[in-house]
């Protein structure tokens, strides 16, 4: 069973900077699709980023192009999330999920498809 731990949460400032990191215990595949999920208060979570472990294929949701940067060390087994210019509505708690990638495109992969789970992190940022 993969565990998925999230960690460099916390509290900024707006403008400022925040990495995230996620590490596995294990990669079931050497191509696995890493990804990033927020979910706001009251609101539906939501992609972040995607990054192919194999390729290093990234994918971005719009609100967070040119701003934040996803990467991984796949000898660490480890994903990271830049995440820079940070804005308050960027608040949320930050899950990273992991699944096998097949035949459908990480980027195309539903959330509901994502095998595992980490506990999330808190991201706040005052403004």
């Known amino acids: 069973e993969v565990q998925l731990a999230e960690s460099g949460g916390g509290s900024v400032q707006a403008g400022g900077s925040l990495r995230l990191s996620c590490t596995a215990t294990?990669?079931?595949?050497?191509?696995?699709?890493m990804a990033w999920f927020r979910q706001a208060p009251g609101k539906k979570r939501e992609t972040v980023a995607r990054?192919?472990?194999?390729?290093?294929?990234?994918y971005y949701d719009d609100s967070v192009k040119g701003r934040f940067a996803i990467s991984r060390d796949n000898a660490k087994h480890t994903t990271y999330l830049q995440m820079n210019s940070l804005k308050s509505e960027d608040t949320a708690m930050y899950y990273c999920?992991?699944?096998?990638?097949?035949?459908?495109?990480?980027?195309?992969?539903?959330?509901?498809?994502?095998?595992?789970w980490g506990p999330g992190t808190q991201v706040t940022v005052s403004s």
């Open positions: 999920a992991a699944h096998p990638v097949r035949s459908r495109a990480c980027s195309a992969l539903a959330e509901g498809e994502f095998t595992y």
């Open positions: 294990e990669y079931t595949s050497s191509a696995m699709c």
């Open positions: 990054i192919t472990t194999h390729f290093g294929s990234t």
